[in-house]
């Protein structure tokens, strides 16, 4: 198939969803009023609601933890690592881990797609496969497993990359690389990869998280194709395609999302789930991911989990009232909402971005519980997720370029929390 029979194919499916969602199916509130309707997903047959009423309490094991976790380590001290990570979490009080398997195009995994990590590669040559042992571990624990993944970004390391149609964007003096959303190669190689591990583990999910078209406005104008896109936006409007080339960028990752989400439903029970940035009108026009179309239509995401990552004195966004303006997006009944709590940031200061609350995190000692307080009272949210696990144990933290920690309000802020996490 050509490319210009492959757009006129991809035409036909896009307006046939868009009438499906004219139907009734579409949000009901955008970030702007603007927003065309969401395209692209199905209903996966059979599929009942994503989770069970059961509070969800989840906690992030990421690429950064792992490498310190398997770097150097025999098959034996991998797994000892990993049984113990998961019976830290279980001991937290928590019922899911979601354990990063691909981060920059890489695996901690065997994988025939993409190429070890750095981390994980001795221990894959010699036969030891961390997912595996992973899924085990956990499921030991009575914990599930969700297999978080980074879709389209490959990092520094360009010799990561699965196929060509690739794109890079500079940071500080360094090129990082990423797939091309609306390349047909790419998003096959993406989906493959999903299907991989669900088939080849006993996952209980998988989550992409925010990491969609990046934010670099100089290398992905928002009204006029980047240059990497330019050859496949020419052969849409060549193929009587007529959406702006913003809203085209949104349906190359609805058609990502939705195929994902057809893929990890071919394990029975799988569930598939995205924890987006928690500004929802960023994700809309910078990240080009529909938020609030996937969670109002079904076929797209079993959950959501946005990063609050505030607190509750952040002068642009307070905690309980971000909460509440994601309670208040219209979901679908398949959809459950989840909110990811920056654990990260306690005993931290300053808090850059927050304004008159840059020291809050340093002068309390109970901005987690009271977050997962104000979860539990609000009905709308169905569970938590915490970034991340290391921060659990407070003397571990390091600060970031012009912060300070204070480990005793790490510790104090990590004591008033397990209470609640152990009901």
């Given at each position: 198939?050509n490319?210009?029979?492959?757009w006129?194919?991809?035409l036909?499916?896009?307006?046939?969803?868009?009438?499906?969602?004219?139907?009734?199916?579409?949000?009901?509130?955008?970030?702007?009023?603007?927003?065309?309707p969401?395209?692209?997903?199905?209903?996966?047959?059979?599929?009942?609601?994503?989770?069970?009423?059961?509070?969800?309490?989840?906690v992030?094991?990421?690429?950064?933890?792992?490498?310190?976790?398997?770097?150097?380590?025999?098959?034996?001290?991998?797994?000892?690592?990993?049984?113990?990570?998961?019976?830290?979490?279980?001991?937290y009080?928590?019922?899911t881990v979601?354990?990063?398997?691909?981060?920059m195009s890489?695996?901690?995994?065997?994988?025939?797609?993409?190429?070890p990590?750095?981390?994980?590669?001795?221990?894959?040559?010699?036969?030891?496969?961390?997912?595996?042992?992973?899924?085990?571990?956990?499921?030991?624990?009575?914990?599930?497993?969700?297999?978080?993944?980074?879709?389209?970004?490959i990092?520094?390391?360009?010799?990561?990359?699965?196929?060509?149609?690739?794109?890079?964007?500079?940071?500080?003096?360094?090129?990082?690389?990423?797939?091309?959303?609306?390349?047909?190669?790419?998003?096959?190689?993406?989906?493959?990869g999903?299907?991989?591990?669900?088939?080849?583990?006993?996952?209980?999910g998988?989550?992409?998280?925010?990491?969609?078209?990046?934010?670099?406005?100089?290398?992905?104008?928002?009204?006029s194709?980047?240059?990497?896109?330019?050859?496949?936006?020419?052969?849409?409007?060549?193929?009587?395609g007529?959406?702006?080339?913003?809203?085209?960028?949104?349906?190359?990752?609805?058609?990502?999302?939705a195929?994902?989400?057809?893929?990890?439903?071919?394990?029975?029970?799988?569930?598939?789930?995205?924890?987006?940035?928690?500004?929802?009108?960023?994700?809309?026009?910078?990240?080009?991911?529909?938020?609030?179309?996937?969670i109002?239509?079904?076929?797209?995401?079993?959950?959501?989990?946005?990063?609050?990552?505030?607190g509750?004195?952040?002068?642009?966004?307070?905690?309980?009232?971000?909460v509440?303006?994601?309670?208040?997006?219209?979901?679908?009944d398949?959809?459950?909402?989840?909110?990811?709590?920056?654990?990260?940031?306690?005993?931290?200061?300053?808090?850059?971005y927050?304004?008159?609350?840059?020291?809050?995190?340093?002068?309390?000692?109970?901005?987690?519980?009271?977050?997962?307080?104000?979860?539990?009272?609000?009905?709308?949210?169905?569970?938590?997720?915490?970034?991340?696990?290391?921060?659990?144990?407070?003397?571990?933290?390091?600060?970031?370029?012009?912060?300070?920690?204070?480990?005793?309000?790490?510790?104090?802020?990590?004591?008033?929390?397990l209470?609640?996490?152990?009901?």
């Open positions: 198939m490319l210009m029979q492959n006129r194919t991809r036909a499916a896009l307006a046939a969803c868009l009438a499906l969602l004219a139907g009734g199916c579409g949000p009901l509130s955008r970030p702007e009023s603007t927003s065309p969401a395209s692209g997903g199905e209903e996966a047959p059979g599929t009942d609601a994503a989770e069970t009423a059961e509070e969800f309490r989840g992030w094991i990421s690429y950064i933890e792992l490498n310190a976790l398997l770097k150097g380590k025999t098959a034996g001290q991998a797994a000892q690592a990993l049984d113990d990570v998961m019976e830290n979490a279980a001991s009080g928590m019922n979601i354990f990063h398997v691909r981060a890489d695996a901690y995994y065997k994988s025939a797609l993409f190429p990590a750095d981390a994980a590669k001795a221990l894959l040559e010699g036969g030891f496969d961390p997912l595996a042992y992973a899924v085990e571990a956990a499921h030991r624990q009575g914990l599930k497993i969700h297999a978080w993944v980074n879709p389209y970004r990092g520094a390391k360009k010799e990561n990359a699965g196929c060509t149609d690739i794109f890079s964007v500079d940071s500080g003096g360094t090129p990082y690389y990423y797939y091309n959303p609306a390349s047909e190669e790419a998003q096959s190689l993406i989906l493959q999903v299907e991989e591990i669900v088939a080849g583990y006993a996952v209980d998988v989550q992409f998280d925010d990491y969609f078209y990046p934010a670099d406005t100089t290398v992905i104008p928002p009204d194709p980047a240059e990497f896109e330019e050859p496949a936006y020419e052969e849409y409007t060549s193929a009587g007529g959406l702006a080339v913003a809203d085209w960028r949104r349906a190359q990752v609805d058609v990502l999302v195929g994902a989400y057809r893929k990890v439903h071919a394990r029975e029970g799988c569930v598939f789930g995205i924890s987006p940035d928690a500004n929802v009108s960023k994700n809309y026009t910078t990240l080009y991911a529909d938020i609030a179309g996937w109002a239509c079904p076929g797209y995401v079993d959950y959501i989990c946005p990063q609050i990552y505030f509750f004195e952040n002068s642009a966004a307070p905690f309980d009232q971000a509440a303006d994601w309670a208040a997006y219209s979901r679908h398949s959809v459950q909402l989840y909110v990811g709590l920056g654990i990260y940031k306690t005993g931290m200061s300053p808090d850059a927050a304004g008159q609350g840059k020291e809050e995190w340093v002068e309390h000692s109970d901005i987690m519980k009271r977050s997962v307080e104000c979860l539990r009272g609000q009905p709308e949210v169905d569970g938590m997720i915490f970034y991340s696990y290391s921060s659990f144990t407070a003397q571990t933290r390091s600060p970031a370029a012009g912060q300070a920690y204070d480990p005793e309000t790490g510790q104090k802020e990590v004591e008033n929390l209470p609640l996490l152990r009901q």
